[in-house]
Structures are given as structure tokens and as C-alpha cells.
């Protein structure tokens, strides 16, 4: 049986297409393994989001090109790094034998079907290995519109695409009846859900469907774009007890000049309300938020309004990135990168500073109380999961409780995790 390696980094949703291309490399009769070494196939999907990331695809590539010589495994790569400059790619990287796009899964079974290695016409779809993971991605809308100004995702993701409901709806029960017992629905954009489909179906008319699925015990659904987070989403995720309380709402920037820069389509003042009223019909919701700093032109008063606005609303979870300039961008065109690298981290490490603080705090007020949890998976002698708040949760025992919803009373809290044991 050959062994296939697949290796990703990048956004939930590079992570998804990642489970899709396994489980079909596993229809196919291949077996995973953690290491490139004895893999025959050899995937690597990548994310160029930010030159960091991208940096990380490169230096990937170029450690493979002696395993290439030595042992010649297939090398694919897939996600963002691959747009419609393939020749390029394929001038700059000799060695690998397939570029395909994010979701262009057909290449990849075209690809292994001409070697003899897969059947014709069957292509990576729904996860349905015989153990799947309790919690599982479920993309449900491709691609943005929005072109924020510092962003490279529509020109490598396209338009959104919105998969039907009932295809959605079918794929979720066969996940559940598999013994999946809970879906993050994913999108870029995933509150924009429906709109470009027939009866234009919107995120709380799908959650509602999702809700009355037997087995089922939980629903997430990322990343929400501030613009297009409704009242009747709000009120959905009141109602239907599958859903969970707990949202992603990017807010990128405290600033309103930043923010129109940034073609973020709402003020701090919209945004501050949206919490609010959030906060109003979800009193329990958890709430976690992108922030970028150093975006060209922001300024020390600038970016403590981002700060201070951190401070006020109080996330559970803040991931902050330093502005990273994306060639073919409009930011990159119309902007210089002029805040100098070192303030850049200054900034970024005020904001992870602030955060430990405030998640520390937040999460103290758990010491002593019993959670939920949806157990994922073990690490170090231990088990994991997460709540409904999305909160990752650690407790020791010895018998098997992999996707059992089990009761823990927290011993010990930190601002990243949780610890406790069985009630
Ligand atoms: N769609 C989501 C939204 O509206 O924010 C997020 C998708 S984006 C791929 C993920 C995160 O990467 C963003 O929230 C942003 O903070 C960060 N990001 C995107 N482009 C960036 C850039 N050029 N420099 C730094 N961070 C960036
Ligand atoms: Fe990028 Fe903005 Fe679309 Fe998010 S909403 S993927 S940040 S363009």
C-alpha cells in the first residue's frame, strides 16, 4: 500500500481541502504517514496570505528537491501559492509534477489517473473514512468579494460560490451517520452564504436545516465578515441549540480612516454596536477577532485606537498579523509599506501582550465550573477538546472517550487552555 504525505498551513479552509485530498487518497488505497520520506505522493498545499507564509512554501520546496533526486516521489502542489501563472511555478520548481489550484481536486485524480494509480472519474469529495474525526470542516461558500486592499485571497480563491444547500444538507447527514459529531461550515466569507444561489437561502436558513440533523450534536461556522452578520443570524444562533456560542468576527482595525483604507466596508462605530448586539442575544458567545498592524500609513495614534478598542470589547481570542504588502493587491499599488519592521513587532507584541492579559482573565472565571466538551483526539497522555466557547480543554483518563461529549470541572485555567478532570 503506498504512503502518501500531505502538509498544509494556512487558513481552516487549506485545511479542509487537505482532509478531502486524504480521505481520497485513501479511497484510492494509499495510507498516511507523517513523514515525506516514505510517502510515494507527496502534497503540499500552501498559503501566501502573508510573505511569511509563503517564504514557508519555498523553503518546503526547495528541502524536497534531494528527496525528488534520491527517491522521485510524486510532488503536488495545491492552495493560494497556485494561481494561473502555472508556467512560471513550474520554471521556478522543476521538480514538482503537478500545480493545482485550491479545490481543483480533479487535477489531482486526472493526474494519478494517467500514472495508473486511481480509477478514472473518482474525485476527493466528502471525508467518509471508515474512523472519521468527531469534528469536521465542511466548506460551504468558495472565494470572496470583497477585495479588502491588503488582501491576495479573491485573485487566488475567485468569486464566491455557495455549494447548494441540499448538497450541503446530504454531505452533513452522511457525515453523521458516520459518527461525526460536529461541522465548522467554512467560508472566507461564510455569513454571505447563499446569496448567489436560486431561492438566495442565507447562513440561518442552512443552520436551521443543519440543526435538525439526527446525531448531530454541534454546529460552528467561520470566519464572519462584520458587514454581512445579520439580525437573523444573531437570532438563529440564539434559537437552534446545535449551534454554538461562539463567533469569528474579524475587526482588522480600531480606526475608521484604516478601515476605509483597508475597504473593510464598516465603521468602528457599526462594528461596536454589531458587538453589542451580539452580546445583547448571546450573552454567553465567545468571540474571537483578526486584527492587522502596521497597515501603510497608520500611525502611533491610529494604532491605539486598534488598542483601545481591544480593550473595550475584550475577545477571547485576537490573532494579529503585521501588514505584510501582496503583490497585485490594491494596498500594495496604491500604498508604500512605510511602518519600519521593528514597529510593526512592537505593535504586534503590545497587542499578544494585552490579549494574554484579558484571555487570562476570561478564562479564570471558568476555575471550578464543569464544561462540555466534544472529545477530539489525545496529545501528551491527555485528553482534548474543545467547549462550545471553543475553548481547548485538557483532562486525563484512561478509558476511551474519543467523540463522546463529556462533563469536566476545571482545576486550572490559562489564557490558552484549560485543564481538568472527569465530573
Ligand atoms: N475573510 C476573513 C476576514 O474578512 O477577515 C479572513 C481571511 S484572511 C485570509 C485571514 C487573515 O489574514 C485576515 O483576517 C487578516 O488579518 C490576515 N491577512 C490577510 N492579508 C494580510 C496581509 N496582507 N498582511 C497581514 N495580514 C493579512
Ligand atoms: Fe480577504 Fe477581505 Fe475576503 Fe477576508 S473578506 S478573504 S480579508 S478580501
Known amino acids: 500500500m503506498p504512503y502518501y504525505h500531505i502538509w498544509t498551513i494556512g487558513c481552516q479552509m487549506n485545511k479542509a481541502d487537505s482532509e478531502r485530498i486524504g480521505s481520497y487518497l485513501e479511497q484510492i488505497g494509499c495510507q498516511s504517514s507523517p513523514e515525506a520520506e516514505e510517502a510515494e505522493i507527496i502534497v503540499l498545499n500552501s498559503c501566501v496570505v502573508r510573505q511569511s507564509a509563503e517564504n514557508r512554501v519555498i523553503n518546503k520546496l526547495d528541502a524536497l528537491k534531494s528527496l525528488k533526486r534520491r527517491q522521485n516521489p510524486i510532488l503536488a502542489l495545491t492552495g493560494c501559492m497556485v494561481d494561473s501563472r502555472v508556467d512560471e511555478l513550474k520554471r521556478r520548481f522543476p521538480h514538482v509534477d503537478l500545480f493545482f489550484g485550491p ?129 437573523r443570524l444573531i437570532e438563529a444562533m440564539a434559537h437552534l441549540e446545535k449551534v454554538c456560542e461562539h463567533l469569528s468576527l474579524p475587526l482588522q482595525a480600531g480606526d475608521d480612516d484604516i478601515l476605509r483604507a483597508m475597504r473593510r466596508g464598516y465603521t468602528v462605530e457599526h462594528y461596536r454596536e454589531l458587538i453589542g448586539n451580539i452580546r445583547c442575544v448571546l450573552p454567553h458567545v465567545a468571540l474571537s477577532t483578526d486584527v492587522i498592524v502596521g497597515f501603510p500609513g497608520e500611525s502611533e495614534e491610529q494604532f491605539q485606537r486598534t488598542y483601545d478598542l481591544l480593550s473595550e470589547l475584550r475577545f477571547d ?65 491527555k485528553w482534548q477538546g474543545r467547549t462550545r466557547t471553543n475553548k481547548l480543554v485538557f483532562f486525563g483518563d484512561e478509558a476511551d472517550h474519543l467523540g463522546e461529549l463529556v462533563k469536566v470541572k476545571v482545576g486550572k485555567t490559562s489564557p490558552w487552555a484549560l485543564q481538568g478532570r472527569l465530573a
Open 103 to 231: 479545490q481543483a481536486f480533479f487535477e489531482l485524480s486526472r493526474f494519478l489517473a494517467s500514472r495508473g494509480l486511481a480509477p478514472e472519474g473518482l474525485e476527493p469529495g466528502l471525508v467518509l473514512s471508515s474512523s472519521p474525526s468527531p469534528s469536521i470542516f465542511v466548506p460551504i461558500i468558495q472565494g470572496c468579494d470583497n477585495f479588502c486592499s491588503y488582501c491576495i485571497v479573491p485573485y487566488r480563491r475567485g468569486r464566491e460560490r455557495s455549494r447548494p444547500m441540499e448538497e450541503i444538507l446530504c454531505e452533513v447527514e452522511r457525515l453523521a451517520a458516520c459518527g461525526v459529531k460536529e461541522v465548522t461550515l467554512l467560508g472566507q466569507n461564510v455569513d454571505s452564504y447563499g446569496h448567489d444561489l436560486p431561492q438566495e437561502p442565507d447562513l440561518a436558513d442552512l443552520l436551521s436545516q443543519l440543526n435538525q440533523i439526527a446525531g448531530l450534536a454541534r454546529i460552528r461556522f467561520l470566519t464572519s465578515h462584520p458587514k454581512d452578520m445579520s439580525e
Open 317 to 381: 481570542t485576537v490573532h494579529v498579523a503585521a501588514y505584510s504588502p501582496r503583490p497585485g493587491t490594491i494596498a500594495s499599488r496604491k500604498f508604500e509599506d512605510d511602518v519600519p519592521a521593528e514597529e510593526k513587532r512592537r505593535r504586534r507584541e503590545m497587542v499578544e501582550s494585552l490579549q494574554e492579559v484579558i484571555a487570562t482573565e476570561i478564562n479564570r472565571k471558568l476555575l471550578g465550573q464543569t464544561v462540555e466538551i466534544l472529545v477530539e483526539g489525545r496529545k501528551k497522555g
